[in-house]
């Protein structure tokens, strides 16, 4: 867990982020365990594009061999579910996460639908469609957000791709709601 906005780094979180009933939900604590990725993100930050942190991400979860403690029970899930990602995403592996959700649902045999879109060429920052921004890659952190002493973050894609991905993912999403309603 943690507060961006109070300055925590958001890949060393000591807390829960989220909460069940009331009670701390169970989480994997430090998450980049490998603190001397600290000078290597320290270099990063300082030019564009910046620092990628998926790779941080998926070493982790590659590496925790006691995940099956902290992961959401998704193959319970008895709703339609759509999951769409980014192929691209610098922030975290968003592909390779709703590629483990798919897996775990089809290997579960619910009776859920589930579809996962994968957005090609798509960063984190593909937003909505139409939306006043530039779909940048590029991120600046303030001093203190995420524990960033100030630096650039490369959020993957480019500008054409994420803003094609955002309309790509709005027609996605309206396609499948139309499906399963």
């Not at 999951?83 to 649902?105: K, T």
């Amino acid at each position: 867990g943690l507060d961006m906005a109070g300055g925590e780094d958001f890949t060393f979180g000591e807390r829960p982020m989220w909460t069940l009933n009331g009670a701390p939900a169970p989480f994997a604590p430090n998450l980049a365990a490998d603190r001397d990725a600290d000078r290597m993100r320290a270099r990063a930050y300082a030019a564009p594009p910046g620092h990628r942190y998926a790779a941080e991400f998926l070493r982790n979860w590659r590496r925790a061999p006691a995940d099956a403690d902290y992961r959401i029970p998704v193959e319970r899930i008895a709703a339609p579910l759509l999951l769409v990602s980014a192929e691209d995403d610098g922030l975290w592996p968003s592909r390779f996460g709703a590629e483990c959700i798919v897996e775990r649902m089809e290997r579960a045999g619910g009776a859920a639908i589930v579809r996962h879109v994968s957005l090609g060429g798509c960063g984190h920052a593909i937003g909505m469609p139409n939306e006043p921004r530039p779909f940048s890659n590029i991120a600046w952190w303030s001093d203190g957000y995420a524990g960033v002493q100030g630096g650039f973050v490369d959020y993957g894609g480019a500008p054409d791709a994420n803003a094609a991905g955002a309309r790509e993912g709005w027609r996605e999403a309206v396609a499948f709601l139309r499906d399963v309603l």
